[in-house]
């Protein structure tokens, strides 16, 4: 049942007949989806049969039109016993959200530093990642630890290498003043949007945790906008459809902004998606009903903070230092090992935190370095692993990432009851291993890694990823 209220609201706002409609459509199910990764899947992967055969776990019915990446599938597979979802090759992301990307198309994402205030598990952060590329970053912010692991989770199974999670309050990165290109802020919201997904969202609902909800908001906004460079975009985004938490924040955010808003460039927008446009001041807004778009319900909103068009981004932080760096550069020997296990080590600098190898891309080596200064970082980069006399114990995260050297070490391929055994930790037959490490794959995608010790097999796959379903 939806609450009351909710349906009292929707029928004064849309009017009788369309908030029925609404209100119709959220006992629908919903459309399953995916986006998937353009390195591990390929992008030449446009054509369905081609698509189908490089993930046959998945139905694919037609692409999402807005997203490049994004795929309606016909029906929900299981993704749990699928190895290709293990490895990182897609992620199931609710079609509207994917609009996010395609709200930058006319952005120059290549090389940017995005800021994700409120990130986790990790769908637009995973999206980012694909966007802005090597020279790039993601900050992926968390404020929740529990999510944060999630997300970290999520950013190491990716693989790109190009996202720092943080854990911090959204202040904590406001005082990085000026310092993004692109600050998205996927608010925390009464999320009527989920009503169809989530049945909980319907449960918890109350208008008493709306305005709690526009009241943080508003705090958050504030910190996105001084961590934004003059000339940089704001994406504001939320999963509900009151006015109060989505045109009514971003009213209230105009009275002190003022005339530093302004309008970003327009994108085009197809009638046919469904999706209303409108504008708040120099926001462009994007609405999702799912009476309207194939998709759940979701709003976001876009400008510009008012400065050059181009190019006078600060490139470092000022040097204050509120905490003690945790990183220090690694040695002579450490990056020899490290980059044996790299396709383009050169393009990489390497450091140790606590006893972990990192690898950073280098355009953002220093980026990240001081972001560890002044909030805590939980993963960045790629965690290679830990040295022991002189040689890598390679780190899960590097067996998802895409610059891994398959050269580096043998590879164990194994068949799809194989795979999901490794992937619940039990174990694995000997015999499709080496003596030693091997990189665990299935259907040539990799999985994390394993050493064979004679007869047996040592299983190294995370236990805070393991299937644990039957
Ligand atoms: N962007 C995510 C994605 O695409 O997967 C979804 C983000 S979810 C809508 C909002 C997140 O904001 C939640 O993970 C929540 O823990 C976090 N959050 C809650 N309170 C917050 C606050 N005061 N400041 C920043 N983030 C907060």
């Given amino acids: 049942m939806l609450p009351e209220r909710f349906i009292e609201r929707v029928s004064c706002d849309l009017g009788e007949a369309e908030g029925r409609a609404l209100c119709e459509a959220l006992d629908t199910p919903s459309p399953v989806a995916v986006r998937l990764h353009p390195t591990k899947v390929g992008t030449a992967c446009g054509l369905l049969n081609e698509l189908s055969a490089s993930l046959p776990a998945l139905t694919f019915d037609r692409p999402i039109p807005w997203s490049p990446q994004g795929w309606y599938l016909t029906e929900r597979p299981s993704f749990t016993f699928d190895t290709d979802f293990h490895a990182g090759a897609y992620y199931v992301q609710e079609p509207s959200s994917q ?12 090389g940017a530093r995005i800021l994700d205030m409120c990130a986790a598990p ?10 802005v590329g090597a020279d790039g970053l993601v900050v992926a912010n968390e404020i929740d630890r529990r999510r944060a692991a999630v997300l970290a989770d999520n950013v190491r199974k990716w693989g790109t290498g190009n996202v720092a999670v943080t854990v911090c ?25 989920m009503f169809r997904k989530d049945p ?112 006078i981004r600060r490139n470092r932080l000022s ?42 891309y280098g355009p953002q080596a220093e980026t990240v370095r001081m972001l560890s200064e002044r909030v805590p970082v939980i993963y960045s980069g790629v965690a290679l692993g830990q040295l022991f006399k002189g040689r890598l114990k390679p780190d899960p995260a590097l067996a998802f990432c895409t610059e891994l050297n398959r050269a580096a070490l043998p590879i164990a391929e194994l068949n799809a009851e194989q795979a999901l055994r490794y992937l619940r930790r039990q174990e694995v037959e ?34 805070s990823l393991r299937i644990i379903t039957n």
Avoid at 346 to 358: I, K, S, W
């Fill in 99 to 110: 609009l996010v990307g395609h709200l930058l198309r006319n952005v120059e994402t290549r």
């Fill in 122 to 131: 990790g769908g637009k952060t995973t999206l980012y990642a694909s966007m």
């Fill in 169 to 193: 309050e959204p202040r904590s990165l406001g005082d990085c003043e000026g310092w993004f290109d692109v600050v998205a802020v996927d608010a925390p919201c009464s999320g009527e949007g």
């Fill in 200 to 311: 909980d969202a319907r449960a918890e609902w109350s208008e008493a945790n709306v305005h709690l909800c526009a009241r943080r908001q508003d705090e958050i906004l504030r910190e996105a906008w001084r961590a934004l460079w003059p000339g940089g975009t704001l994406i504001y985004s939320t999963c509900t459809f009151n006015r109060e938490e989505d045109e009514g924040s971003l009213e209230r955010m105009l009275a002190w902004a003022g005339d530093e808003a302004e309008p970003s460039d327009e994108v085009p927008v197809d009638a046919a998606w469904g999706i209303v446009c409108g504008t708040v001041g120099p926001f462009r807004t994007y609405r999702f009903y799912p009476h309207r778009a194939c998709g759940e319900g979701f709003f976001a909103a876009v400008a510009r903070k008012a400065g050059p068009a181009e190019g």
């Fill in 319 to 360: 040097k204050s230092k509120a905490r003690r760096s945790v990183v220090a550069s690694a040695d002579r020997q450490a990056t020899a090992e490290a980059a044996r296990w790299l396709l383009e080590p050169e393009r990489m600098q390497f450091v140790m935190a606590a006893d972990t190898l990192y690898a950073w």
């Fill in 430 to 463: 000997a015999s499709a291993f080496v003596e030693g490490m091997n990189l665990v794959c299935a259907r040539g995608r990799a999985l994390g890694f394993a050493k064979r010790i004679g007869a047996r097999v040592n299983n190294l796959y995370p236990a």
